[in-house]
C-alpha cells in the first residue's frame, strides 16, 4: 500500500467501528461528559484565543512557569466557554428561534 492510504484506512476503519453502538469505544464517546464538551465546543473555538492572549500576558510577562501557563489557560478556557456557552449561545439560539418563528408566522398570513 502506498503511504498516502493508511490515513483515510484507518479513518474508515475508526466509523465502522463507531457505527456499532454496543462498542466499548462508542459506549465512551456517547457519554454525557463528552456530549456536553461538544456542545460548548464553539464557544471554546470562540473564546480561546482570547484566554491565551490574556494567560500569555498575566503570567508569561511575569516569569510563570510553561506548565502553570497550560494549566491555566485550560481551565480558564474551560470556565469561558461554560460561561458563554449558556449566558450567551443558548440565549441567541431561543432568540433566533423566536424570530424565525414570527417571520414564517407572517409568511403564512400573507
Known amino acids: ?10 479513518f474508515l476503519l475508526a ?5 456499532d453502538g454496543r462498542s466499548l469505544s462508542a459506549r465512551a464517546l456517547a457519554g454525557k461528559t463528552l456530549l456536553y ?11 480561546h484565543y482570547l484566554v491565551k492572549d490574556w494567560s500569555k500576558f498575566l ?3 511575569n516569569g510563570s512557569d510553561g506548565r502553570v501557563v497550560f494549566v491555566s ?6 470556565a469561558a466557554s461554560v460561561v458563554l456557552y449558556h449566558l450567551v449561545e443558548l440565549p441567541g439560539r431561543r432568540f433566533g ?14
Open 59 to 61: 503570567l508569561v510577562n
Open 73 to 78: 489557560y485550560v481551565l480558564a478556557t474551560a
Open 15 to 19: 466509523v465502522l467501528g463507531l457505527l
Open 97 to 110: 428561534r423566536e424570530r424565525v418563528q414570527v417571520w414564517l408566522t407572517r409568511r403564512q398570513a400573507v
Open 37 to 47: 464538551v461538544g456542545e460548548i465546543s464553539y464557544s471554546t473555538y470562540l473564546v
Open 1 to 10: 500500500w502506498p503511504d498516502y492510504a493508511y490515513g483515510p484506512s484507518a
